[in-house]
Nanobody
Framework: VQLQAYGGGLVQPGGSLRLACEAS????????VGWLRQAPGKRREGVSC???????YDASYVKGRFSISRDKSKNTVYLHMNSLKPEDTAVYYC????????????????WGQGTLVTVSS
């Protein structure tokens, strides 16, 4: 079971970025998958999560700007980030839930390595 997160980089405020979380060794579509982030000196926090049936949830601080989606054919979950702000700067992690629904932080049982997103002019 392995998750690989990629797509991070440097982007200007107001810009967009798409992160990808690619799974190997298992079928990602059978599980809920989330994106979380950790800014320097801060706790890790949830960003978005998507059930295996496609229903998704976004944190209030990214609602309307970020969205999460799946591509079953590529065994990949994406985080689409728009209208980025400097406070979105963080290392972004993808993680797999134990089951098919988003059931909170404690239910994540497999993590990707993280990808750095820096929002700066």
């Amino acid at each position: 079971v392995q998750l690989q997160a990629y797509g991070g980089g440097l982007v200007q405020p107001g810009g967009s970025l798409r992160l990808a979380c690619e799974a190997s060794g298992f079928t990602l579509d059978n599980y809920a998958v989330g994106w979380l982030r950790q800014a320097p000196g801060k706790r890790r926090e949830g960003v978005s999560c998507i059930n295996s049936d496609g229903r998704s949830y976004d944190a209030s601080y990214v609602k309307g700007r970020f969205s999460i989606s799946r591509d079953k054919s590529k065994n990949t979950v994406y985080l689409h980030m728009n209208s980025l702000k400097p406070e979105d700067t963080a290392v972004y992690y993808c993680a797999k839930q134990q089951g098919r629904t988003c059931d909170g932080y404690v239910k994540y049982d497999s993590w990707g390595q993280g990808t750095l997103v820096t929002v700066s002019s």
